[in-house]
């Protein structure tokens, strides 16, 4: 028996996609490059506002931006979904605000056991979720008007069943804990790491399997990278595409649940403003708003981009209007981005 040289070994490495070629096309895909650099990104600022003040990396502050993460990388892969399809949801806050109600209804109001509130959430975020699949599916609103429309009715849909006030939770033993306490930190002291970021982190594993491991994950890129072509060959693009505005809703009642979890209540006036946060965050992570690529590692570092910032903003004083626009404006730089990674491709084709 001959023993292999290390041309041998060499050659099977590159027969088997190993070669140092393959890796060097890996890392320069577009998608990689985004990802890499909104890693990047992400270090500078935590490292930036580290040095611009002490209190940043204090436990408590950390924790808060782990919160924080949580929810808006939530709803952040509930967009994700949608904006692969090309399509848009502008109701994701609303939404969220919305399940958190109908929770406390259930829980508060009517008294039933804490698993009951849990599924009550994530069937009215389906529901919901549903609703607006029909409208753009099936009447043909564009998804822009549709989930506007959808904001609108669930904002005003919250603020009637609560009465414009709170909801609370004190009378439901275990609620808080869905998003405060710490299994891991019950574990390991040494890393107190709350609920909420254990949540985010299987649901961004399921989303994730779903898109690249299912065939609703398949129908999703392929909705967006051109939908006519994937009706003419016989698909149900309506079927597909309510179900993507389905589980995309179901995945607001599951960041529902985190918010009233963590503030022990339903704010009925609380939402408008996080679907913008959550549409950077899938930006800045990669996904092309004209749909067809997109990753759930990207829009988490998205997420955690947009949470550091507002924090970071928040501890140097910065006022509620300017951190609006500084939100605003990353939106733009994100979406330019976005528009010279489909120019680079073009032309690389």
């Known amino acids: 028996m001959t023993t292999p040289t290390v041309t041998d070994t060499a050659a099977s490495a590159t027969a088997a996609g190993f070669s140092p070629k393959s890796l060097k096309d890996r890392l320069l895909r577009p998608a990689t490059r985004q990802k890499l650099l909104a890693f990047a990104s992400l ?30 990388g939530v709803l952040a892969i509930a967009c994700t979904f949608v904006i692969i399809t090309s399509g848009i949801d502008l109701s994701v806050g609303t939404l969220m605000t919305f399940c958190a109600v109908m929770t406390g209804v259930v829980l508060t109001y009517m008294g039933m056991p804490l ?13 919901s979720g549903f609703v607006s699949g029909l409208l753009i599916a099936k009447l043909k609103i564009p998804p822009f008007i549709a ?8 904002k005003g849909l919250s603020l009637v069943i609560s009465g414009t006030k709170p909801i609370y939770f004190n009378d439901t033993p275990g609620f808080t804990a869905i998003s405060q306490d710490s299994l891991i930190g019950d574990i390991v002291p040494a890393l107190p ?26 129908y999703t890129f392929a909705l967006g990278s051109n939908e006519e072509a994937v009706r003419l060959s016989g698909v149900n693009t309506d079927f597909w595409k309510i179900l993507v505005y389905t589980v995309s809703g179901g995945i607001c009642g599951i960041a529902g649940l985190l918010i009233a979890s963590r503030l022990n209540s339903a704010q009925p006036a609380l939402g408008q403003g996080y679907e913008l946060d959550a549409i950077a965050a899938v930006v800045i992570g990669g996904t092309s708003l004209s749909g067809g690529t997109g990753t759930i590692v990207g829009t988490i ?30 939106i733009i730089l994100a979406v330019y981005a976005d528009i010279l990674r489909r120019r680079s491709g073009s032309k690389a084709h």
Not at 44 to 65: C, E, K, R, T, Y
Not at 147 to 154: F, I, K, N, Q
């Open 43 to 72: 270090v500078v600022l935590m490292v930036f506002f580290s040095f611009a003040s002490p209190q940043f990396l204090q436990a408590d502050n950390l924790v808060g931006i782990l919160q924080s993460t949580a929810v808006n």
């Open 115 to 127: 698993w009951l509130g849990i599924c009550a959430a994530i069937f009215f975020g389906a529901l």
């Open 147 to 154: 989930t506007l429309g959808m904001m609108m009715l669930l």
């Open 193 to 218: 790491i709350p609920n909420a970021v254990l949540i985010l982190f299987l649901v961004a594993v399921a989303a994730s399997i779903v898109l690249n491991r299912t065939l609703l994950g398949r």
């Open 301 to 330: 570092i998205g997420a955690f981009i947009m949470s550091v910032l507002t924090n970071g903003l928040r501890i140097l004083s910065v006022a509620q209007e300017w951190q609006t626009v500084v939100t605003g404006v990353i």
